[in-house]
Structure formats: structure tokens, C-alpha cells
């Protein structure tokens, strides 16, 4: 049983009243844009959500018991665990571009002696934070250390407003490489992996991905990062499988999948996940959001504008979290 950690939500509201009146003027905005409900039917759900939103009614989740996502909630969307990854466009780019991305992150990790490593054991293997046995292995412990280190990285606690970070491992560490935050190009990093930041960025402009976050993912042997929710029913999250993925439990829902190399896994993370490393390498994925394939057009451009209005008015936690229906 997955004891459910509210991840990223408010323990402080910060001004609710505010951001439910922006929300309702920007509901204004969409119906005089793109027609009222009762002329577009495609408009009917984002309409329910706004209720939501404005705090006319509490949100009414279809799996209540295993999806809640703590910001957006879009009604009648149809859902599922985990997604047939072949059926999208950006797995065929990613699985094709995995050669070029590979090459990019191992320039990343350079001092951590992984190639080495890979002649040698077709592995990278890291040492559990309680086993001091390295069986005479010292490259074990360069690699944790070096991960440890890295600057590159930075160790996740989750995107939510200060005052309601939480930590995301219950053991283990859990470090990111950001290529977007919070819709936010990280000019840096991008400069440090143009080649996969190219085809990140071509796969936004023809709209397969949010850009929210995309980023590399990477968890030490034995980690486990805490049961928690995504922000919105709206998108996907896909997992492309860059190194060390073989023993590594992602469970979203009821359901249990292995993350696999080379391959992408694609789950609705509004449903409460957690995932479990059981292996002994250092794991890392790509990772990135997609729009929910079921929705409608008209949602996707209306919500997308939604967004963009948001920067001129609240920060971006703000805007994904201070309106939390379960704080």
C-alpha cells in the first residue's frame, strides 16, 4: 500500500482570493475568444474546471482514491495508468535521437569515469548509501561521489511554493539537469547539450511537449522517491531511458512498470505515483511533459494562453499550487 505524500501543495495560501479573481476574469477572457460553452461544446470541460478554479465547486475526481492532481483538473477526460508509448510521435524522435542524447549526457558526466566503467562491466554501479563493502571496487564510490558533487545536477524537492517543499526521497538522492522549469528555458544548461536541446525544442514548437519540465532525471541505487501527484490531468509524463534503468519500479496507480534503456515509458502523472530503485546503477532518464492526447484543440490553445497571461501576474508555483483543493 502506497502511503500518499501531497507533493508540492500549499501548507500556506497565498492570497486565494486574488488568484481565484484572476482566474475568473481569465475565464471571461476565453469565452469572449473562443464563443460561450453553450455555442462550443469543446469548452464544456475547461467551463467545469474554471468552477473549480473560481471556487463555485469542489473538484469531482473520476479515481479519487488513486488521481488527484494538486493543481488543474480537467472532468471527462479519459484516463489510464500508463499510455501505449508507440502510439506517440515524440517516443519514435526520442528512441531515434537516443545515440545523439547519450553522447551529450556522457559529456555531463564526464569526471564520473562511467565510460570506463562501461568497457569494463557494461555497467555503472554505484555503491548503496549503507553498504561500506566495495568488494576492492573504488570506482563505485568515484561515481557516487562525483554524482553527489555535481554541480550540474541539482537535488529535487519538488516545484511547490517555499514554504511547502518537501522531501521527495525517503531514501537514496533524487538530482536534476533542467533543460525548461516551469515553462522556463535554462539557457545554460541548453548551451551545454545543443544537440538534444535542438530536438527538444522542435518537438515543442510543433507542439508535442509543454516544455513545463524536461529535464535529465537522476536517482542513486536504492532510492525511493515517495508516493506524490503531478499538477494537472492535462498532460503525460515521458520517461526516455538513458542508463542504469534495469531493476528500476515506477508504480503509477495500482500498476508497476520497469523503466527499460533506449525505450520511452509514458504514464499520467496526476495519478499517485512513487518509484523504487532496486538495482546498483546509477539510473537517469530524459524527462519531459506532453499534452493529454484526448484533449481538444480548443482546450489546448485556451489553457496554453491561460498560461502565458500568468507571468505578468503570479509566479509560476503560484499559479500551479496556491489553488491546491486538498491542502
Not at 525548461?180 to 535542438?198: I, S
Not at 489546448?300 to 497571461?309: E, N, P
Request: hydrophobic content about 35%.
Amino acid at each position: 500500500i502506497l502511503k500518499f505524500t501531497k507533493c508540492n501543495c500549499c501548507s500556506k495560501m497565498t492570497d486565494v482570493n486574488r488568484i481565484r479573481t484572476w482566474f475568473s476574469n481569465e475565464w471571461d477572457w476565453i469565452v469572449e475568444k473562443y464563443g460561450n460553452p453553450e455555442e462550443n461544446v469543446n469548452l464544456k470541460r475547461l467551463e467545469e474546471m474554471f468552477k473549480v478554479l473560481k471556487g463555485e465547486k469542489e473538484p469531482e475526481y473520476e479515481n479519487i482514491m488513486i488521481q488527484k492532481p494538486y493543481g488543474f483538473y480537467l472532468p471527462n477526460l479519459p484516463t489510464k495508468e500508463f499510455w501505449d508509448a508507440s502510439e506517440f510521435h515524440v517516443t519514435r524522435v526520442l528512441e531515434e535521437s537516443y545515440p545523439i542524447i547519450k553522447e551529450e549526457l556522457l559529456n555531463l558526466l564526464e569526471n564520473y569515469n562511467i565510460e570506463q566503467q562501461e568497457e569494463n562491466e557494461d555497467d555503472i554501479v554505484v555503491n548503496d548509501d549503507n553498504n561500506n563493502n566495495n568488494d576492492g571496487n573504488d570506482n563505485d564510490n568515484d561515481v557516487e561521489d562525483a554524482f553527489r558533487k555535481d554541480e550540474n545536477f541539482i537535488v529535487y524537492n519538488g516545484d511547490g511554493l517555499e514554504d511547502d517543499k518537501t522531501q521527495m526521497t525517503s531514501k537514496g538522492l533524487w538530482k536534476i539537469f533542467y533543460f525548461y522549469r516551469n515553462f522556463v528555458r535554462d539557457e545554460e544548461n541548453c548551451l551545454k547539450c545543443p544537440k538534444t536541446t535542438k530536438i527538444l525544442d522542435t518537438l515543442q514548437k510543433e507542439g508535442h511537449i509543454l516544455g513545463g519540465m524536461v529535464c535529465f532525471s537522476s536517482i542513486l541505487p536504492k532510492t525511493k522517491i515517495v508516493a506524490h501527484t503531478g499538477p494537472s490531468n492535462m498532460r503525460l509524463t515521458c520517461h526516455l531511458g538513458m542508463m542504469g534503468c534495469k531493476d528500476v519500479d515506477i508504480r503509477v496507480g495500482r500498476t508497476t512498470k520497469q523503466y527499460i534503456n533506449e525505450k520511452c515509458v509514458i504514464f499520467d502523472d496526476s495519478y499517485i505515483h512513487a518509484v523504487k530503485h532496486r538495482g546498483d546503477e546509477l539510473r537517469i532518464t530524459l524527462m519531459l511533459d506532453i499534452w493529454h492526447p484526448k484533449m481538444h484543440p480548443v482546450e489546448i490553445q485556451a489553457f496554453s494562453q491561460v498560461m502565458l497571461h500568468s507571468a505578468s501576474a503570479m509566479t509560476p508555483d503560484e499559479f500551479f499550487h496556491s489553488l491546491a483543493p486538498y491542502k
